[in-house]
């Protein structure tokens, strides 16, 4: 059974930092593209960040420079450091794991950027 479980959110001050995990199990971690989304209030479900296989990876123009995705394989972790946060960062963020043929998604944390 594949499962997906998101950590580390929290509520932060502007231009503080979090890191995200998602602890997968039941799939081919390598094998499989895995990304975070996120959602805010009254809003669409929108890429932040993804990786493939082959280490490519693509993010969203408004966080470039600021989170970075990364994993490791040994624990089959996903990862993504937040820095410089912005009250618009505020969202559920999602981690998601994607074979070609399905996709799987986690619960999602709750990320809050305020003073």
């Known amino acids: 059974q594949v499962q997906l479980v998101e950590s580390g959110g929290g509520s932060v001050q502007p231009g503080g930092s979090l890191r995200l995990s998602c602890a997968t199990s039941?799939?081919?971690?390598?094998?499989?593209?895995q990304g975070w989304y996120r959602q805010a209030p009254g809003k669409t479900r929108e890429l932040v960040a993804r990786?493939?296989?082959?280490?490519?990876?693509v993010y969203n123009d408004a966080v470039k420079g600021r989170f970075t995705i990364s994993r490791d394989n040994a624990k089959s972790i996903l990862y993504l450091q937040m820095n410089s946060l912005k009250p618009e960062d505020t969202a559920v963020y999602y981690c998601?794991?994607?074979?070609?043929?399905?996709?799987?998604w986690g619960q999602g944390t709750q990320v809050t950027v305020s003073s």
């Open positions: 998601n794991a994607d074979n070609g043929r399905s996709n799987y």
């Open positions: 039941g799939i081919i971690f390598n094998g499989s593209n």
């Open positions: 990786i493939s296989p082959g280490g490519r990876i």
